[in-house]
């Protein structure tokens, strides 16, 4: 996955395949070499775990990088095309899941309502992470 350090809000950003930015498209697939020679990755760092981006970036381990804020959610979901099947299904659920939805101030990749929610969408684990990662990436 690629990382990138947002040095205002000291928290790592990441996107699950690609990073695209102006000039330039970054793969997983891009050997390390090509991407430290072309010097256009923006901060971009491919890693394959969490903690190997965390060390790099000289953060705390086990700080969590699956948690994103509820406009985040609803972009990322907006952007997959599930956002309205979402909307539905919390406007079916019972009071508690409605005020979670609406007042939450971040959503866990862990919390049992997203687990729910992903699993009514039918969406496996890895797709629940890249949308996380989706999700990460997106700033207003």
């Known amino acids: 996955m ?7 809000n000291q928290q790592i ?3 699950p395949n ?3 930015g102006p000039g330039y498209t970054l793969s997983k697939n891009d050997p390390d070499d090509s991407v430290t020679k072309t010097g256009i990755t923006d901060g971009w760092k ?11 970036f000289g953060l705390v381990v ?4 699956w948690t994103i804020s509820p406009m985040q959610a609803k972009m990322a979901l907006l952007q997959a095309g599930l956002l309205d099947d979402v909307e539905t299904f919390i406007a ?9 939805w ?5 959503f866990k990749r862990t919390s049992p309502l997203l687990l729910s929610l992903s699993e009514l969408l039918g969406l496996t684990s890895t797709q629940l992470d890249e ?6 990436g997106i700033e207003v």
């Open 13 to 15: 950003v990441c996107a």
């Open 18 to 20: 690609a990073v695209y």
């Open 2 to 8: 690629f990382y990138k350090l947002d040095t205002i």
């Open 62 to 65: 086990g700080d969590d990088p």
């Open 46 to 56: 491919w890693f394959t775990t969490d903690t190997e981006a965390y060390l790099y």
């Open 102 to 106: 609406e007042y939450a101030s971040e």
């Open 92 to 100: 079916e659920a019972s009071r508690d899941i409605q005020i979670a």
């Open 131 to 136: 949308l996380f990662a989706l999700a990460k």
